[in-house]
């Protein structure tokens, strides 16, 4: 629990036609909201393609009590042939408690597209780490994970440390708070990411303890697919408690965890 101001959510959605073009997820106290909805707004306006409709929705938390976790630890791996870092993806899923028809499954899904209409998802599969089967209830939305942000501090602290690896992309910086509300999720075995954006070919695989494992060439530039895989424990999971979790629960990073540069994976050497 924490003590910070009352935050509100806010959330941007871009498309163009019918289609999604980009999204962003903020928790800010009433004071940043003016800051925040620009920013959001100048995000959805950056994309190559000129958004038809930009929505931002501001929702006041109220009383819901917020959750202050610490980011997970991060390791940018220096690995340049895709093969190399797919193996070692799968590897370390596995050692998560992934079976590894479940990793090929969700690799296969993502790589295909994983919407029925064989584009992007706009949220995250869920996918029961041993069989491999899917479990989300939308396979065109997915589950989209909402209400998580870095608190002020944390902000500038993790701004630091990214950079200090050469990670200054906003995107990385997301993709870790993300993964950092995912790993506290209840149920939550691992989880496995790259961008739909052509020419970013970088992804992660994430638990609560091996963190955020970075990987910089999860596929070949110029490809437009990606998305998220959340693997879920097998048998016991209450997918209505996950769903409402990833959804609803605010959850803001109020420490950060360790960031360094690796050419092997966390816990061996080389
Ligand atoms: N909740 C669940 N799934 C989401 C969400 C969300 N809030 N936002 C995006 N996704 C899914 C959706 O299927 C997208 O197509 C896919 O993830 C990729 O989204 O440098 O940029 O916003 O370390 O393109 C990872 C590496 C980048 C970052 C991830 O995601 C790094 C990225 P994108
Ligand atoms: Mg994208």
Known sequence: MSCEPLLYSVRMRASTGRSHLSGAERLVPADRIDLTMKELVDRALSKQLAPDQIVVTIDALGDMPVHSVPSLDLISLDMHDIAACRENAARVLEASGVSSSAVLAAFRALEQGASPDGGNMRGAMIIDAETGERLEPDRSRGVRVSRFDWSEGASERIDRELSALGLTHFRTKEALALATKVAYAPGIVAELCWS?????TAGYVADRTKGYVRFPHLKHAGNGFGGRAFFVTHGDLDRNVL????????VLITEIGTCRAGDGLPGRSG
């Open 196 to 200: 739909d954006e052509p020419d970013y």
């Open 243 to 250: 769903m409402a979790y990833l959804q609803e629960t605010p």
